[in-house]
């Protein structure tokens, strides 16, 4: 159960991420040419695979007790910030990502940007575009990886999920040449966001010295759970929605 988690989760976070992060590069290649913002990426990629070489090994030494109530605590605070998110979206409390505006911001911004050279970079702009775009985005999955690999001990495993996320996604997106406007990307998050929340809520419960009936069985019951109350939260948010629109209607009238 918890192998399968761990992979969806971060197969589903790493391809929103990496939606985002196309979308960037896409615009960059897309309006100055496709070298300059490859060669970002690769850059990118090869920084990613440094902190997660380095990171991976130094959280394996920490003793599991205290890895699990650390990184239990972090998932869950980043697993909320997820939820509150998508939560405001699907109550329409918050705009939902625009991914087509967001590429066409990103072309006017670079149709507008002067072209400068520096060293074996000939576009210093796409360079960083592209650069930027998939360093940080990316620095989300592999803190994803990282910790989920390091609790589970299967850090291959988290990272086969984050690398079919991106390879699905790039391919799509190259094939398509547009932003992935279609993705239900709120939709995703949402589910990060449970899986996310629920992770944290049981490592950080059994490191504090809690143990969980059932074993990893209890995220059978965690999972839904949480869900649940989110569903709840959007279900109230748009009552309340809909209520204070009705009143400001009749006082206006």
């Given at each position: 159960?918890?192998g ?11 391809a929103?991420?990496a939606?985002e992060a ?5 615009a960059?290649g ?5 070298r300059s913002?490859l ?11 440094v ?14 007790g ?9 998932l869950l605070?980043?697993?909320?910030q ?11 409390n ?5 991914e087509d ?6 072309v ?7 072209r400068e050279?520096?060293?074996f970079?000939?576009?210093?702009y796409?360079f960083?575009l592209?650069?930027?775009g998939?360093?940080l985005e ?5 803190f ?10 299967q ?9 079919a996320?991106?390879?699905?996604v790039?391919?799509?997106?190259l094939?398509?040449r547009?932003?992935l406007?279609k ?10 966001g449970v899986l ?15 143990e969980?009936?059932?074993?990893d069985a209890a995220l059978?019951?965690?999972?839904p ?21 009705t009143?400001?209607?009749g006082?206006?009238?």
């Open positions: 159960m918890s399968t988690a761990l992979v969806l989760a971060v197969f589903l976070a790493c929103v991420e939606v196309l979308t960037i590069v896409l960059a897309v309006t100055r040419g496709w913002p060669l970002g990426v690769g850059a990118a990629l090869a920084a990613l695979a902190v997660v070489a380095v990171l991976g090994p130094a959280v394996g030494r920490i003793p599991i205290a890895m699990q109530l650390v990184i239990g605590t972090l605070v980043f697993g909320l997820w939820l509150r998110k998508a939560i405001l979206r699907a109550s329409g918050k705009a939902l990502h625009d505006k967001i590429y066409q911001e990103q006017a911004a670079a149709a507008n940007a002067s050279n520096r060293a970079v000939t576009d210093w796409g960083t592209a650069f930027k998939v360093l990316g620095l989300e999955v592999a994803i990886v990282v910790t989920f690999g390091s609790v589970q001990g850090i291959g495993v988290a990272t086969l999920g984050a690398a996320a991106v390879v699905l790039v391919a799509v997106g094939l398509v547009a932003p406007a993705v239900p990307e709120n939709t995703m998050k949402f589910a990060v996310l929340t629920a992770f944290g809520t049981f490592w950080g419960a059994e490191g504090a010295g809690a969980w009936p059932g074993a059978l019951v965690l999972v759970g949480i869900l649940a109350v989110s569903l709840a939260y959007v279900a109230l948010l748009r009552r309340a929605g809909v209520t204070a629109r009143e400001n209607a006082v206006a009238s």
